[in-house]
């Protein structure tokens, strides 16, 4: 569901859906991406590298493995283990009026700026009258961002 772009997270979404059609996609939304993958997800990250490699079309192959080893905490150079980075937050941050998630999440295209980084929060009848039906049109989150970062550092906390 990360590689198809189907987490729930729309900037996640987003991103990996722009590296598919394009090859390419913005260093932030690298990052976001990676780290949902390691951190949200538990996975190795390697896994992640390994699509990165495969399907970005500036693919270098030590940037690519240090830019995954900093998001995963490990490394000759690694973000702290407990930098989770948060796809809502950094959604609205980097993508305020929602038009990147509106271009690679066209399926949210009818929600406001203010419910596209978080659809499952929009009141009923905004969802209906922008035509989403959440599991249905597009998917629901596949893991809660603070349950995740908690079962997360969990984890990390007894690695580092």
Same mark, same amino acid.
């Given at each position: 569901? $990360?590689?198809?772009?189907?987490? +729930?997270?729309?900037? @996640? ?20 991406? /990676? ?9 190795? $990250? ?16 030590? #940037?690519? /493995?240090?830019?995954?080893? $900093? ?15 948060? &796809? ?21 295209? +009818? ?11 929009? &009141? #009923? ?13 597009? &998917?629901? &989150?596949? @893991? ?7 079962? /997360? ?8």
């Amino acid at each position: 569901m $990360w590689r198809r772009g189907a987490t +729930g997270y729309p900037f @996640v979404d987003g991103g990996m859906r722009e590296l598919w059609a394009t090859g390419w996609m913005h260093n932030r939304a690298r990052m976001v991406c /990676a780290s949902f993958l390691v951190k949200h997800l538990l996975t190795d $990250w390697r896994e992640g590298g390994a699509w990165f490699w495969d399907t970005l079309v500036d693919a270098n192959a030590a #940037s690519n /493995a240090a830019n995954w080893q $900093w998001v995963a905490g490990c490394g000759a150079d690694a973000a702290p283990y407990f930098r989770i980075f948060n &796809p809502i937050a950094q959604g609205k941050k980097f993508d305020p009026d929602g038009a990147y998630a509106r271009r690679w999440v066209p399926e949210l295209a +009818g929600l406001p700026a203010n419910a596209i980084h978080e659809p499952w929060v929009a &009141p #009923s009848a905004q969802l209906a009258a922008a035509g989403v039906r959440l599991g249905d049109t597009y &998917p629901l &989150p596949v @893991v809660a961002h603070d349950a995740a970062r908690k079962r /997360a550092l969990d984890a990390l906390v007894t690695v580092r």
